[in-house]
């Protein structure tokens, strides 16, 4: 690829494509999110007063169910230009746009900010406790100079504004390509590709581990942070696949995203249904292996009473099912049946996120509570709301990059 010629607009390329969503055929659907999410969080906030506990908790849980969303819509972005895959050009907008709710997150994150002493109160206080006196802890103590509630908010901002910043930049230079159709923006992606991927990865991982592992300071896993984003990348695609069926019955992309754009979505759910599941165990085994108390600890508590039902539950919808399920390149080509498991490992998903946060509240075993599916329904309704919201104010698919007549002649061999 050269940067001397200007891609040519995409009614050249691909006469009659329609790449932009009607005025007002998103109107609706977006007014039906938006009134269901104030719904849904309104109702959330009643509950506050009723039982604020379980409201930060069930708020967290929901909290990183969404951001894994955008997360994993950044990761899809990234890795895409840094690949520079051609493939994807198609479906990467919508990606972008689902990246490009980050600011909301911002927002939904604050009370969780307002309840962390509710939290974390395993260790909000520990840096104020030294040897000697009551309530003294020598595994917190030893960590107070990361876990300290002044440096916690520190790196809050830190991480939502590498997030902003990488959301903002990409998503500004692709809708800025649709103008100029300059080639040298594509080339200029992937080169900042590399250190905002770096980027990326230090912030999530840190990220997973101030706001879940924290929950139980006293244990820790180097590879926490992978194993949330295995789950983030899987739940993406999964999301992706929903979002892009749903537009097809509005009529949107028809047809531009074709079977094979869907097959690719679906072998990218099972890979990472696969390595989720690697990291799982590796995290798992390698702990029992060893059989360290400070590192067994936490698998006591998510494996104590009903808690140890939802651990080998996961072991089969998050596993066993899905794999045997996806396999087969039948499934992955048939919009009806990736639609299906689809929603089934969205589901396993927020299983595993709840198996993760609650056992630190609820030690005795499982406990469902209304305001683990209103935080749930208002945050996920409010996330599409804004999705849907760009994606009818501006174009479908990068309407100039220069990969995509590869990406609409797009076959798997």
Not at 19 to 34: K, M, S
Not at 136 to 158: A, H, Q
Not at 184 to 201: D, N, S, Y
Request: hydrophobic residues 55%; neutral net charge.
């Amino acid at each position: 690829m050269t940067t001397s010629a200007v891609a040519p607009p995409v009614e050249t390329i691909a006469p009659g494509l329609q790449t932009r969503a009607p005025d007002g055929a998103l109107g609706g659907a977006r007014t039906i999110l938006l009134g269901l999410g104030v719904v849904a969080l309104g109702a959330s906030a009643v509950g506050w007063f009723t039982d604020q506990k379980q409201f930060y908790f069930s708020w967290l849980v929901s909290f990183m169910f969404v951001l894994s969303l955008a997360l994993g819509a950044m990761f899809f972005v990234l890795i895409q230009h840094l690949t520079r895959a051609g493939w994807s050009v198609v479906v990467r907008r919508v990606a972008e746009n689902m990246m490009g709710a980050m600011p909301l997150m911002v927002l939904l994150f604050v009370p969780i900010g307002i309840g962390f002493a509710t939290l974390y109160e395993h260790w909000v206080h520990a840096e104020h406790i030294n040897p000697g006196e009551a309530g003294f802890d020598e595994i917190l103590y030893g960590k107070r100079k990361y876990l300290n509630t002044p440096f916690f908010f520190v790196r809050v901002v830190l991480y939502f504004v590498i997030w902003l910043g990488i959301t903002a930049w990409f998503r500004g230079q692709s809708l800025k390509q649709d103008q100029s159709g300059d080639p040298a923006i594509t080339q200029r992606m992937a080169r900042v590709g590399a250190p905002c991927m770096f980027l990326f990865a230090v912030s999530l991982t840190f990220a997973a581990v101030d706001w879940m592992m924290s929950l139980d300071p006293h244990w820790f896993s180097t590879i926490w942070g992978v194993y949330y984003f295995a789950g983030s990348f899987m739940a993406l695609n999964a999301s992706l696949a929903l979002l892009l069926l749903w537009m097809r019955g509005r009529g949107l992309l028809t047809a531009a995203v074709s079977t094979e754009h869907y097959h690719d979505v679906g072998k990218l759910m099972f890979a990472f249904v696969v390595f989720w599941t690697y990291i799982a165990f590796s995290q798992y085994m390698l702990i029992w292996y060893a059989n360290l108390p400070e590192e067994t600890w936490w698998y006591q508590h998510h494996l104590e009473g009903s808690w140890g039902a939802v651990g080998e539950w996961l072991m089969l919808g998050h596993f066993g099912i899905p794999f045997v399920f996806l396999m087969s390149r039948h499934i992955k080509r048939s919009r009806f049946t990736l639609g299906m498991g689809a929603v089934f490992l969205l589901g396993m998903h927020w299983i595993d996120l709840h198996w993760i946060v609650m056992p630190t509240l609820h030690r005795e075993g499982l406990h469902l509570s209304w305001l683990d599916f209103s935080t749930l329904i208002g945050m996920v309704a409010l996330f599409f709301w804004m999705v849907l919201g760009h994606l009818q104010r501006h174009p479908l698919i990068p309407e100039r990059d220069p990969r995509l007549p590869e990406s609409l002649h797009f076959v798997n061999h």
